[in-house]
């Protein structure tokens, strides 16, 4: 099947594991269902903590899976040193931000589990920006470092319904209650100013990283900068490096993330369509002492991209009649399969849209219509 009469989804699922098998990421397969208890005791970590349950033959209480990080955390053995590459292709089962009810949705992420280094790093943001580029030309990767944060926010000893309300006026870019937040708690003015700086900035690496380094030389969130920094350069002279802005409005729970975060948009799509991150709490909550920073790709929000910009079903209706010998059909599926989708019919069919109409007679061939 040509990738042009594919869905959004399903050609985004064959590009995207030849990126992952490229740069050697090895395909993991999970069941459909696992122990309720593995995601109600980390439901703050799910998109969405509405979980599709049952009841097994001895008496289990089962989820139908909502997500995959978490069983390939459960189920990935690690040898000290050691760092898996893992890739998935899998249906989860969650409440669809398009329809508000529960949806199976095609699912494919990537993990890299274990002693991860600022490569390790770089290569899952490579591999998020190239993603994103095989969706869409026009699109973007925001990344924060939520090291920053969290190191400014620690020394402020905070309570955890305090760090929420500071998160979530951070992700709204939301100054103005932040700042009133800030006040109320009697911040100091050094950290008062910092935060406000970063709800407020977004930007390129280039504009945004030498003011960052003004703001935070000296600071208990420099070493969480350099790395940001050092992790960024690597795109020097990439195709890639222009697609990627800095934006600390990208905010994840402090319980299970702790380092670069990140996700991607495209245009026609409000909503991101990837999103990750370094998660190594959520290792350490799950018993292992190593780290893991990884992403998924939400490919039901690419339905949006077929139904809002497709304009037709297929390029090309090749219509023949009784006396159409089988060569000539052959021929001309041939000649206008080399510029796009073919549907042949004996039959037209008025609800199809098409760039190009053509019919055959006998053995003559003749374009009837032809659409801008």
Same mark, same amino acid.
């Not at 349950?53 to 209480?61: E, I, M, Q, V, Y």
């Given at each position: 099947?040509?990738?042009?009469v594919?869905?959004?989804?399903?050609?985004?699922?064959?590009?995207?594991?030849?990126?992952?098998?490229?740069?050697?990421?090895?395909?993991?397969?999970?069941?459909?269902?696992?122990?309720?208890?593995?995601?109600?005791?980390?439901?703050?970590?799910?998109v969405s903590?509405?979980?599709i349950?049952?009841?097994?033959?001895?008496?289990?209480?089962l989820?139908?899976?909502?997500?995959? @990080?978490? %069983?390939?955390?459960?189920? @990935?053995?690690?040898?000290?040193?050691?760092?898996?590459?893992?890739?998935?292709?899998?249906?989860?089962?969650?409440?669809? !931000?398009?329809?508000?009810?529960?949806?199976?949705?095609?699912q494919?992420?990537?993990?890299?589990?274990?002693?991860?280094?600022?490569?390790?790093?770089?290569?899952?943001?490579?591999?998020?920006?190239?993603?994103?580029?095989?969706?869409?030309?026009?699109?973007v990767?925001?990344?924060s470092?939520? /090291?920053?944060?969290a190191?400014?926010?620690?020394?402020?000893?905070?309570?955890?319904?305090?760090? @929420?309300?500071?998160?979530?006026?951070?992700?709204?870019?939301?100054?103005?209650?932040?700042?009133?937040?800030?006040?109320?708690?009697?911040?100091?003015?050094?950290?008062?100013?910092?935060?406000?700086?970063?709800?407020?900035?977004?930007?390129?690496?280039?504009?945004?990283?030498? =003011?960052?380094?003004?703001?935070? /030389?000296?600071?208990?969130?420099?070493?969480?900068?350099?790395?940001?920094?050092?992790?960024l350069?690597?795109?020097?002279?990439?195709?890639?490096?222009k697609?990627?802005?800095?934006?600390?409005?990208?905010?994840?729970?402090?319980?299970?993330?702790?380092?670069?975060?990140?996700?991607?948009?495209?245009?026609?799509?409000?909503?991101?369509?990837? %999103? /990750?991150?370094?998660?190594?709490?959520?290792?350490?909550?799950?018993k292992?002492?190593?780290?893991?920073?990884?992403?998924?790709?939400?490919?039901?929000?690419?339905?949006?991209?077929?139904t809002?910009?497709k304009?037709?079903?297929?390029? @090309?209706?090749?219509?023949?009649?009784?006396?159409?010998?089988? !060569?000539?059909?052959?021929?001309?599926?041939?000649?206008?399969a080399?510029?796009?989708?073919?549907?042949?019919?004996?039959?037209?069919?008025?609800?199809?849209?098409?760039k =190009?109409?053509?019919?055959?007679?006998?053995?003559?061939v003749?374009?009837?219509?032809?659409?801008?």
């Open positions: 099947m040509q990738k042009s594919l869905k959004s989804e399903e050609r985004a699922v064959l590009d995207l594991r030849s990126i992952y098998d490229q740069y050697g990421y090895s395909p993991y397969k999970m069941s459909k269902f696992e122990e309720y208890d593995l995601y109600v005791r980390n439901k703050d970590f799910l903590d509405s979980v349950t049952f009841t097994d033959t001895n008496g289990k209480l989820a139908l899976k909502p997500d995959v @990080t978490l %069983s390939i955390i459960k189920n @990935t053995q690690l040898a000290p040193g050691q760092v898996k590459k893992l890739y998935y292709n899998e249906n989860v089962y969650r409440i669809s !931000q398009e329809t508000n009810s529960f949806k199976e949705i095609m494919v992420g990537l993990e890299c589990i274990g002693e991860i280094d600022e490569y390790c790093l770089y290569e899952v943001l490579l591999l998020a920006a190239k993603s994103l580029r095989s969706i869409s030309k026009n699109s990767l925001d990344i470092h939520m /090291g920053i944060i190191a400014i926010m620690d020394k402020m000893e905070l309570s955890r319904a305090q760090s @929420t309300r500071l998160l979530a006026f951070i992700s709204a870019k939301n100054v103005h209650e932040l700042e009133q937040e800030l006040t109320a708690i009697d911040a100091e003015e050094s950290d008062k100013a910092l935060l406000l700086q970063l709800a407020g900035i977004y930007g390129k690496a280039d504009a945004v990283l030498p =003011r960052l380094e003004k703001a935070l /030389g000296g600071t208990v969130a420099w070493e969480a900068f350099c790395q940001l920094k050092t992790v350069a690597a795109f020097e002279g990439s195709e890639l490096k697609m990627i802005h800095i934006d600390f409005s990208v905010i994840n729970d402090l319980k299970y993330y702790n380092g670069i975060i990140f996700k991607g948009f495209v245009e026609g799509i409000p909503a991101s369509v990837l %999103s /990750g991150g370094q998660y190594d709490k959520l290792m350490r909550k799950m292992h002492t190593s780290g893991a920073v990884g992403f998924a790709v939400y490919l039901d929000m690419l339905e949006r991209i077929d809002d910009s304009q037709y079903d297929v390029d @090309t209706i090749i219509l023949y009649d009784s006396e159409s010998s089988l !060569q000539t059909i052959q021929e001309a599926v041939a000649q206008y080399a510029a796009g989708s073919v549907l042949t019919l004996k039959a037209a069919d008025k609800k199809l849209h098409y =190009r109409l053509v019919e055959i007679r006998g053995n003559e003749r374009v009837v219509e032809e659409n801008a």
